[in-house]
């Protein structure tokens, strides 16, 4: 059951709702309050800028009458040292117990350069190597050298040449450069994930590369997957073993269960390209708690 509680209230609007101003430079919005239901009483209008952006409203506080309206000004300051991007404020109303916020939107235009990889995604067979091109392009006339390091979140042993490198960018141009990602014969096959950052005056822009390694390797899946038992019952599972890709030699089961759950074989051989299966028994014991 849902009560809405209804009485006198004010809401708060933003004309025009969203600023694009250039770095170093200012913008201005007006802000719009209405009385609700015969509200009567002054509000206090505050910001909450977590991002840098300096902010004035003219005025901070204002009367309402009851039905009425009233308008304050806001004014938006960008720092000249400050990024391109996108930001929010907040601009909080007050009155009695009675508070209301609202986000705002601000882009910071100025010079800026984008990065992207093509292709972001590339599969290569263990020993195998693999290109991905890196794209810088200049925006609103930036220009200057970036520098583009790359690494990896999960400590993945593909190498990348040359895996710091600087380009000059320059004004509202494109330069390129290319990565080269290699896999060693050891490597196990699986994703590896990659960021390229790109770092020039005081921007700092990124991109991903993904790297799946394939090469020989196993599938293993359990039939039935989900089972209900009831305490004192007993079942069995089918669990089956793939040669993916040539794959052969000795794979080691184990198991991991609240349930009292044991298999026939724990150590499987399996042939390139063949199947191996053995059976998993569990039991719910009568004690056990559901």
Known sequence: MTVQIIGPDFSLSFNPGFLTISQGGSGRSQLSLSGIDNFTGSVSLTTSTPFGLQTLITPSNVALSPGGTANSTLTVDVPLS?????????VIGTSGQIQHSNFFQVQVVGPDFSVSSF???????????????????SFD??????????????????????????LILVANGT?????TFSAPLTIPPGSNFFQVTATGGNLTRSTYVQVNVIGPDF???VFPFSIGLKPGDSTTATVTLNSLDGFSGNVTLSTVSTLNATLNN???HLVANGTATTTLNSHRQVSTRP
């Open 175 to 179: 330069v390129t450069t290319v990565l």
């Open 219 to 221: 599938s293993l899946s």
């Open 141 to 166: 006339n930036f220009k200057a050298p970036v520098a583009i390091t790359t690494t990896t979140y999960s400590g993945s042993r593909i190498s990348v040449s040359p895996s710091i490198t600087t």
């Open 119 to 137: 292709p972001p995604f590339l599969t290569l067979r263990q020993g195998e190597t693999a290109n991905s091109t890196i794209s810088l392009t």
């Open 266 to 268: 724990h150590l499987m």
């Open 82 to 90: 400050m990024s391109p991007g996108y930001y929010f404020l907040n």
